[in-house]
C-alpha cells in the first residue's frame, strides 16, 4: 500500500470516528439536559408550576435524543452501502451511501436544533418561572 493509499484509508477510518463521537456528543448533551431539568424539577418548591412550564423544553431535548440515537440507523446503512459499491459494484441496485448520509446529517442537525431550542427554552420557562 503507498501512502497515498495509506493516508486515504487513515482519513476515512477518521471520518467515522469523529462522526460517531459527534452523534455520542448529541446524545451526551440532550440526555443530560434531560436528567438536568428533571433533577431540577424534583429540587423546586414550585415545581408543579415549572413543569407546566418545562413541558416543551423537555420534549425537544428528548426529541434530540431520540433523532441522535436513530441517526446511527443511516450511519450503518451509509457503510453498508459503500461496501456493497465497492465490492459488489455492478450488481448493487440498492440506495446509494449518498443519500443515507444526507438522513444522517439531517436526523444529526435535528438533534442539534432541538438542543438548541430545548435550552433557549428552558431558560426562558425557568427565568419566567422564578420571576426574574
Not at 429540587?43 to 413543569?51: E, H, Y
Not at 431520540?66 to 440507523?73: E, G, K
Not at 443515507?100 to 435550552?119: E, I, K, P, Q
Request: with cysteine; charged share 10%.
Amino acid at each position: 500500500m503507498d501512502y497515498n493509499d495509506e493516508h486515504a484509508l487513515e482519513t476515512y477510518k477518521s471520518l467515522i470516528s469523529i462522526s460517531t463521537e459527534a452523534l455520542k456528543a448529541l446524545q451526551l448533551v440532550n440526555g443530560g439536559a434531560v436528567v438536568a431539568l428533571l433533577a431540577y424539577l424534583g429540587q423546586a418548591a414550585d415545581r408543579v408550576t415549572l413543569a407546566g412550564q418545562v413541558k416543551c423544553p423537555l420534549a425537544l431535548f428528548v426529541s434530540g435524543l431520540v433523532t441522535a440515537t436513530a441517526a446511527f440507523i443511516p450511519s450503518y446503512l451509509t457503510q453498508l452501502a459503500l461496501y456493497n459499491e465497492d465490492v459488489h459494484t455492478a450488481q448493487y441496485k440498492g440506495v446509494k451511501h449518498q443519500n443515507w448520509l444526507n438522513v444522517a446529517l439531517a436526523l444529526a442537525l435535528l438533534s442539534l436544533a432541538a438542543f438548541a431550542f430545548g435550552a433557549f427554552g428552558a431558560v426562558s420557562a425557568l427565568a419566567h418561572g422564578t420571576g426574574k
